[in-house]
């Protein structure tokens, strides 16, 4: 009789176990001549030396499924055990598979152009107007490099810029200041990404996420870093996030240039960057439209009336000019 310990740190246990341990209980079942125990990301195994080896062969092949599609069924279990293979979910041209199985992928030709342009390039620009996905697909792409092993970690940042409210008059220390911005990313890897396990990846600085200012000084070598809001940055900003690019690293800059935040004087580092790096070998660029926009379906029908009254001032600007230099024109005359 022999003792082996597994240990499965690449997925949450209580997605392996199961509700009230159902998985670990059909898998006792299905290895009656066995011993497990399990409790966290460590399962013991006591028995027969051929058997234990067959029962951490099956665990292994369970903990790849599960850490695969962030779900573990009673017939996955049942067709790995009994020697089978599992059988892969199909969903075309899925990133990634976020919490509960749940599919996620390129929805629309520009969320998928995206996908094309980071597995081309190692610099990639999405740009467009807010609900188009460029920031979840960004993050879905980073998610996958990080289970692939791709990469050692994910960087996210943005710029603090209040957009109408002043970050010194929000309660608390700074970190509470600032979490608030960086709270869209939260979100998205927690659809992403079970609890426990982000808690894992935070806690580890695997998942790290701050303020475009903590970004000074660094170099990130094997990483996919994001920079989210970047239209809010300056032009010194910028290049300072965009040469912290390391070795067997990833980046990706998204942005709103019709929602930008600064001072009014102060010229975005964003649109800088378009045009300085345009047409540089390496750099993908993405624009997204209306037509990407993938939220309440109300959301597309705001962002339209919005350009129509922005189309509408600029034409009444245009022509108040227009009678203005009419008399002055007319005097040199």
């Known amino acids: 009789m022999i003792e082996r310990v597994i240990i499965i740190d690449n997925v949450d246990p209580v997605i392996f176990y199961g509700v009230n341990n159902a998985n670990i209980q059909l898998i006792r079942n299905l290895f009656p001549k066995l011993r497990v125990a399990a409790r966290g990301s460590v399962i013991k195994v006591i028995g027969d030396e051929l058997e234990t080896s067959d029962f951490e062969s099956k665990?292994?092949?369970?903990?790849?499924?599960?850490?695969?599609?962030?779900?573990?069924?009673?017939?996955?279990?049942?067709d790995t055990i009994r020697?089978?293979?599992?059988?892969e979910l199909n969903i075309d041209e899925a990133i990634i598979y976020g919490i509960n199985g749940k599919p996620i992928s390129g929805r629309t030709p520009n969320q998928q152009k995206?996908?094309?342009q980071y597995s081309e390039n190692d610099l990639t620009f999405a740009l467009g107007p807010a609900g188009t996905g460029k920031t979840y697909i960004a993050i879905a792409l980073a998610v996958r490099a990080l289970k692939n092993r791709e990469v050692k970690k994910i960087i996210l940042s943005r710029p603090a810029v209040e957009a109408g409210e002043k970050l010194g008059f929000l309660p608390g220390d700074m970190k509470d200041k600032i979490d608030p911005y960086l709270q869209p990313l939260y979100d998205a890897l927690q659809d992403m990404i079970p609890a426990a396990k982000l808690k894992e990846y935070t806690e580890g600085n695997v998942i790290q996420i701050a303020p475009l200012a903590f970004m000074r000084g660094r170099t990130l070598n094997e990483a996919v870093i994001i920079l989210d809001e970047a239209q809010n940055t300056t032009t010194h900003q910028i290049k300072m996030f965009l040469t912290r690019l390391g070795m067997g690293s990833k980046m990706i800059i998204t942005g709103d240039v019709t929602q930008i935040d600064l001072p009014r004087a102060t010229q975005s580092g964003l649109v800088q960057a378009l045009k300085i790096l345009k047409g540089v070998k390496g750099i993908g660029q993405v624009e997204f439209n209306k037509k990407d926009i993938v939220r309440h379906h109300l959301v597309q029908r705001i962002v339209e009336a919005y350009e129509r009254h922005d189309e509408k001032a600029k034409?009444?600007?245009?022509?108040?000019?227009?009678?203005?230099q009419s008399p002055q024109a007319v005097t040199q005359n």
């Open 59 to 78: 665990i292994k092949k369970l903990e790849e499924y599960c850490s695969k599609y962030n779900q573990l069924t009673s017939e996955v279990i049942i």
């Open 315 to 324: 034409a009444e600007q245009i022509a108040k000019k227009s009678a203005e």
């Open 114 to 116: 995206l996908v094309k």
């Open 83 to 87: 020697g089978g293979v599992p059988k």
